[in-house]
């Protein structure tokens, strides 16, 4: 008589599992503090802008200032010159020190 193999066996599948928690009070929680700070870094920024606009036109203004007191240093200004200096430090009085 011919000794037939033992069946395998094959192991039950593993239990499927939902990743899906219920909802917890620390969930609602977590949604009011991004709503929070979304809410304080929205109104910053919005702060933020015009102020950083206006510090890089003082830049370039406070350049060619020093661009032309630097062209004018070892020579007297022309009038045209002097008419731009004026102008430039009339837009931006505080960097009229640069006039020396």
């Known amino acids: ?10 192991p039950a599948p593993p239990p499927v599992v ?14 009011r503090r991004l ?7 929205v109104p910053g920024l919005a702060l933020l802008a015009p102020m950083a ?10 350049g060619d200032l020093a661009d032309l007191t630097a062209a004018t240093a070892m020579r007297p200004a022309t009038e045209a010159e002097t ?3 004026a102008r430039l430090s009339v837009i931006h009085p505080a960097t ?5």
């Open 96 to 100: 009229g020190f640069l006039a020396g």
């Open 18 to 31: 939902t990743l899906d928690p219920p909802h917890r009070s620390a969930d609602r929680h977590d949604r």
């Open 53 to 62: 606009a206006l510090l890089a036109v003082r830049a370039g203004i406070r």
């Open 35 to 41: 709503r929070a700070g979304v809410g304080t870094l």
């Open 83 to 85: 008419v731009q200096f």
């Open 1 to 10: 008589m011919p000794s037939t193999p033992p069946a395998q066996v094959r």
